[in-house]
């Protein structure tokens, strides 16, 4: 086996292309690891300045009436784990704003310097590896088995079996060390550079970067059967790239097109926003009849009113209009969950659905943002009611405490994670299986 390690990697780094590309991708993953770490800074310092600003508006209210109008906003901060993963996110910088409109509202901003953050397919550490790194992976499986006749001389000094596991061990050995030193090395990096990483997003990464090898893997193994099944043809090269395409870009687009269909069974969010406002305004036409019965009601008596109705509105319409809120987002809990499943059926697909969950900013972070818009909102509706109408307008207090309304998601792994590692696993081990059943017919018919 040690003489396997040393002769492949011999042929590995010895060739001045091979050496050309491991220096094109690992260059291109440090300066995007290094983008992202610019990219989260500047978020920092925005948040800074956010939360200032955010405290500036408050202090300038002098009612509780335009302090419910105008409410405060809520940003979504991610984990520090997404400047690895800056544009293989599902969302991108997203704020709400907490006030008594019955819709939630979920924005991103396109101001100033936001405007000109175009993203791109290449646009971080996650999208190098994925692209590159699998083309990479395809050309050195090929290139692993050189020709028929080769293959023929060296089954004479040893099975054929024991000369493709060990070469295929050995090329995979230097390649994964090569990839894992790599991520490694970065994320080390980043650490010395000041972003502190949680125990929970130091276990992500790993994990992220043990399925990224088995994908990886999967590629190289899949650069070998093409070459077995093309029996050692120079076509390859067109084929290389056909069969790259699909995995890569074809499959992940069909799986994001049919999680869209599925989608489609959602009602529409605005339709759920008219039936809220309708039962708003159910409850403010009954107040507005009541005070036309008494047109000569004192001010005491109107503001007793206005307290039972507040009262009532938090008990029937508000608890209404949360459920049907509630209802809306299980639905398309569902709709996600499906997504999920059906991301582990092919690792490319599930390595896209693994990078956005990763970054704190996938699917389930969404479900997060809004549970906790939802709970917020709710506090500042009964904070709002008790101030304006229990109180009676007292002076203005600030319903924010501390940094409450920033929203900070967390990296995670899908719940199928183990499944979509297996899958790979099995996808790696098949087709390592195939392409040695069909050498062995190859030669023998040969």
């Not at 929970?200 to 990224?212: Q, V």
Request: proline fraction near 2%.
């Amino acid at each position: 086996m040690l003489a396997f390690l040393q002769f492949e990697g011999r042929r590995i780094f010895g060739e001045k292309k091979n050496l050309i590309f491991f220096a094109f991708i690992a260059l291109s993953a440090a300066y995007f690891a290094w983008s992202g770490l610019h990219e989260y800074r500047s978020f920092l310092e925005e948040k800074r300045i956010f939360l200032n600003l955010e405290k500036e508006k408050t202090s300038q209210i002098t009612t509780y009436s335009q302090y419910g109008t105008f409410g405060f906003r809520l940003l979504y901060e991610s984990s520090p784990l997404n400047l690895f993963f800056v544009n293989s996110s599902v969302l991108q910088d997203l704020e709400s704003n907490i006030d008594n409109y019955e819709a939630i509202r979920i924005e991103s901003s396109f101001k100033g310097n936001k405007l000109f953050l175009k993203r791109g397919y290449f646009k971080d550490f996650a999208g190098i590896l994925f692209v590159f790194g699998s083309l990479l992976m395809l050309y050195l499986g090929h290139a692993a088995l050189a020709s028929q006749a080769y293959l023929r001389f060296m089954s004479r000094r040893m099975s054929l079996n024991r000369y493709c596991c060990l070469t295929t061990v050995a090329r995979l050995f230097w390649l994964d060390l090569f990839f894992a030193a790599l991520a490694l090395g970065l994320f080390l990096l980043i650490r010395l550079a000041g972003v502190d990483f949680s125990e929970s997003e130091l276990r992500t990464f790993l994990l992220f970067l043990l399925f990224l090898i088995l994908m990886l893997d999967f590629f190289y193994l899949l650069g070998q059967l093409t070459t077995v099944l093309l029996r050692f043809r120079k076509v390859f090269f067109l084929w290389i790239f056909v069969v790259w395409f699909v995995c890569v870009f074809l499959l992940p687009e069909m799986n994001r097109v049919s999680v869209f269909n599925s989608s489609r069974a959602l009602e529409s969010a605005e339709k759920v926003n008219l039936e809220k406002f309708r039962n708003l305004m159910s409850m403010e036409r009954q107040f507005r009849e009541l005070i036309k019965v008494n047109p000569a009601a004192p001010l005491d008596q109107i503001k007793l009113m206005q307290k039972k109705f507040a009262v009532q509105f938090i008990n029937s319409s508000y608890l209404l209009n949360t459920g049907l809120e509630t209802k809306y987002l299980r639905e398309v809990e569902g709709v996600i969950f499906g997504h999920e499943r059906q991301s582990a059926v092919f690792p490319t697909m599930f390595y896209q659905f693994l990078t956005g969950e990763a970054s704190g900013k996938g699917y389930h972070g969404y479900l997060d943002f809004m549970d906790y818009i939802m709970k917020l909102r709710s506090r500042f509706i009964q904070f709002y009611l008790r101030k304006r109408y229990e109180e009676g307008e007292p002076p203005m207090e600030s319903f924010v405490k501390g940094d409450e309304n920033v929203f900070r998601s967390h990296s995670r792994l899908p719940r199928n994670y183990w499944w979509g590692v297996l899958a790979a696993m099995v996808y790696g081990i098949g087709i390592a299986c195939l392409t040695l059943w069909r050498l062995r017919r190859q030669l023998s018919l040969a």
